[in-house]
């Protein structure tokens, strides 16, 4: 997936060359270009980085001086890259933009996972990401400290507000869904999301099979009442605009997951810029 991602990015930017580079530098030069750590926060992307030169030209020369989840600073020097001018031009956008927005996501994450510490909660992230960046961005996730929800729609069965109205309710939802497991043989687990603790108590009554119960905009408060009703084994998690304001007190109700989409759609990338050395 990751070849293929760097393959069809690179001809998305190329296409039938690199004018600009062809234009002023000479075919033969030869260069050293050095990661620029630009801000603070949690670095990654350096394999992606590694992979991108291996893949354009294989005889650059990739050096690392920090790894995958380090902490930066301003004026540190993530690796330096030795080979071919063009090369190293032709390469520097793609690298510079997965691991800006990776860098982005794990210092993000990272800061959300510090304001939990101490609890028993896990932080999730979701599927609000940038389409063919998915797996960049997941990584990014667990680089910062946090772990993956599902990756997308075929590894597990996620009963959200639309497939539960359009189902017909919950307990139609539910029983077609344990048909359906049962006619293609397959063992997915299955999540149930609830919007109110009286649908809550629609769930709870069914005689059907479920993995992980979903309280979506549930206050913290709402969310300590129904902890007390849901079954132990029946895993739980809260979601539904939680910030870096609300996230503490969300995890001090014994809530076992969080899942945060502003830790992947709206994140500000970490400023790090590729430069020459003359």
Do not use: W
């Amino acid at each position: 997936m990751l070849d293929e991602f760097i393959l069809s990015s690179l001809q998305e930017d190329i296409q039938d060359g690199d004018h600009s580079s062809l234009a002023c530098v000479p075919q033969d030069a030869q260069s050293i270009a050095s990661l620029l750590i630009k801000e603070e926060g949690v670095l990654a992307g350096m394999q992606v980085a590694h992979r991108i030169c291996e893949l354009y030209d294989a005889s650059l020369k990739f050096c690392p001086n920090l790894s995958d989840g380090s902490s930066v600073r301003p004026g540190q020097i993530a690796f330096t890259i030795e080979g071919s001018a063009r090369s190293i031009l032709a390469v520097e956008r793609l690298i510079l933009n997965c691991m800006q927005r990776m860098s982005g996501i794990a210092t993000q994450t990272a800061t959300f996972v510090e304001l939990i510490k101490g609890t028993n909660c896990t932080l999730l992230d979701t599927r609000k990401t940038t389409p063919g960046m998915r797996f960049l961005e997941k990584a990014a996730v667990q680089i910062g400290g946090g772990a993956n929800h599902r990756f997308g729609l075929y590894d597990m069965i996620m009963l959200k507000d639309n497939h539960i109205d359009y189902a017909g309710g919950l307990a139609l939802a539910l029983e077609r869904t344990d048909k359906y497991l049962k006619e293609n043989h397959l063992e997915l687990k299955v999540e149930v999301e609830i919007r109110s603790l009286d649908e809550l108590e629609q769930l709870l009554a069914l005689p059907t099979t479920y993995h992980r119960i979903m309280l979506d905009n549930f206050t913290p408060e709402q969310i300590q009442i129904a902890l007390k009703r849901i079954p132990k084994g029946i895993e739980t998690e809260a979601s539904g605009g939680i910030t870096a304001q609300t996230i503490r007190a969300y995890a001090q109700t014994g809530i076992q997951f969080i899942s945060v989409g502003a830790l992947t759609h709206s994140v500000k990338a970490l400023d790090m810029s590729l430069k020459a050395c003359l």
